[in-house]
């Protein structure tokens, strides 16, 4: 049974930092694309930054140099580091294992917020 468990959502002042993390279990993990996702309330789930197993990264262009994306394949868990948050980052943030099929956790809630 595969399960993406995800931690270290919360509250936040704006410019503040957080770092999330996923653990994965019942999958190889070093063969998958790991990547994070976010939805707000009313808009569509949108790519937050990935990690090709290669460890290429790819960034959604509204988190370009704030947040940073890196996996510990030893410990079958991805992190992003979020720096300089701002209010508009708040959301759902969600964990994603890709292979030949998606997988995703059950996400956690950060909320930048003064």
């Known amino acids: 049974q595969v399960q993406l468990v995800e931690s270290g959502g919360g509250l936040v002042q704006p410019g503040g930092s957080l770092r999330l993390s996923c653990t994965a279990s019942?999958?190889?993990?070093?063969?998958?694309?790991m990547g994070w996702y976010r939805q707000a309330p009313g808009n569509q789930r949108e790519l937050v930054a990935t990690?090709?197993?290669?460890?290429?990264?790819i960034y959604g262009d509204t988190v370009k140099g704030r947040f940073t994306i890196s996996r510990d394949n030893a410990k079958n868990t991805v992190y992003l580091q979020m720096n300089s948050l701002k209010p508009e980052d708040t959301a759902v943030y969600y964990c994603?294992?890709?292979?030949?099929?998606?997988?995703w956790g059950q996400g956690t809630q950060v909320t930048v917020s003064s």
């Open positions: 994603n294992a890709r292979f030949h099929f998606d997988y």
């Open positions: 019942g999958i190889i993990f070093s063969r998958y694309t």
């Open positions: 990690i090709l197993r290669g460890g290429m990264t």
